[in-house]
């Protein structure tokens, strides 16, 4: 069959429109992204007020984390009304002036989804405990009778303890025991209850019918519990969020797949390209790659990539195996390094021991990284991870090469895992300490009178945004040139072909005319014809005249081939 110029032209408008596929989304968390009101809590006018600065990255979405109605007992993923805003962030007009700002300046807006569990001060909850036990009200939930030996079973939390937790009955005896994955605070909702998959149909549309272009879905590999909730105790790297090939009874059971088809209709019913991405701590990558069949998710975050060592072979293991895995779906893959649940990688990629997902690092942490050797790295990466076909996440903060804060005072945290653990985990204060803006002030211009919810660190007055807008070497310049590069030569929607070359701490491949070349190694690697007559367009780490012919040690070049 003969095509007409109309269905080609509709074939390519189609694919323009399927913007996702080659994106970079910066995640903002609103509580340390900007403060308007100078009560020390970002806000949503701040993040409204300091937008132009995420437009001039030239990306093309942001996400949001939970900015919803919350007690904070869990920094918002507590979820006590999933169609309002807490006043700590504004208003719902506040939501929709921002998206308004947003989509001016040609920014999507997603916002972070918690379907996984709500707060213990969610109405469904409160009428649940004042309910008896068989009622329609608990069934919305997870609630078991307990053995006269202790809990229904002995599953553990993420954040520590465990799983269950006993209700008290109005004679003031032991009740029932409900369970959450996450805090007590944190009740795990009953997915197999229609009323449930009713109510979140509501919230989808709730949001969609505001503008808002899609949704980041948070534990996407929770909802559904292995049938039975059977005694199961996971390898320690898997304890937190499931990150392992062996998967929990409370991780990636095949019954969540069933939700995602249908919040996918939902999806599907409005104008524009609107997006589900997927929190899925799943391995390998080839079950991952179900949460983005076509008919499900559009995204899934990469957390094997995440996870990589700094170390040349296992990150180009994990590429092919993701572009392979992706692509037998049809979705693109995404490549992520920071996020608001991990150390950030200007200081993960230069620890030494094991540091498991969501346990953070302290003063007391054994083998401290050296922070420049963190940063080399981590700009290294990310120039690295910039020039990949498919689609990117940033985090705030990382353009400015901000490190963990490790030195928070103990009575300055807040992250639950803290307390739950007896104060033996860190848990995740430290990449979420509110970002610096400029270079003077107590909380360098994250809020007008020097509040702030978590205490800055002074160093970070050099990484503040006013003193690297102007520096040509600086991180954000870095990125400001890598993202203005992917975008001009289009790296997102390109195809990876590796270079061969015979020295194992180098990386080479090409993207259309961009060729990348990465040196793991602790000593400049020689370039030999690698870039012979190809243009150097940019470099992770300032040159220096000593070089000739040769790759620095822990850098990244991009060259444009002739």
Sequence with gaps: ????????????????????????????????FADSNSDGMGDLKGITQRLESIAELSVDAIWLSPFFSSPQKDAGYDVSNYCDVDPLFGTLQDYDAMVAKAHSLGLKVIVDLVPNHCSDQHPWFQEALAAAPGSPERDRFMFQDAPETGLPNNWESVFGGPMWTATTNPDGSVGQSYLHVFDSSQPDFN?????????????LRFWLDRGTDGFRVDVAHGLIKAEGLPDFTPDPMAASMGGTEELAPWWGQDGVHEIYRDWRKVIDEYDGERVLCAEAWVNPLSLMAKWVRPDEMHQAFNFPYLSCDYDAQQIRETIDESLEEFGAVGAPSTWVLSNHDVVRHATRLALTDENPQGEGIGPKTPNLPDPAVGLRRARSSTALMLALPGGAYLYQGEELGLPEAIDLPDDARQD????????????????????????????FGFSDNGESWLPQPAQWASFARSVQRDDPDSTLSLYRKLLELRKTH????????????????????????????????QSPLDLGQLANGAQE????????????????????IWFLLP
Excluded at 5 to 31: C, F, G, H
Excluded at 501 to 518: C, R, S, V, Y
């Design 1 to 32: 069959m003969t095509q007409t110029r109309t269905d080609v032209e509709n074939l390519a408008e189609s694919k323009d429109a399927q913007w996702w596929r080659s994106s970079v989304i910066y995640q903002i968390y609103p509580r340390s």
């Design 191 to 203: 997915w197999k209850n229609e009323e449930v998959r009713a109510m979140f149909r509501d919230v």
């Design 416 to 443: 639950p895992t803290w307390f739950r653990t007896n104060k033996e985990r860190y848990g995740r204060d430290g990449c979420r300490v509110p970002l610096p803006w400029e270079a003077e002030g107590a909380s």
């Design 490 to 521: 289009n790296l997102g929607a390109g195809q990876l072909t590796w270079v061969t070359d015979e020295q194992p701490d180098l990386l080479a491949f090409t993207n259309g005319k961009i060729l990348a070349i990465a040196n793991f190694g």
């Design 537 to 556: 367009l940019v470099r992770s780490q300032p040159a220096t005249d000593a070089e000739n012919g040769s790759i620095p040690a822990e850098t990244t």
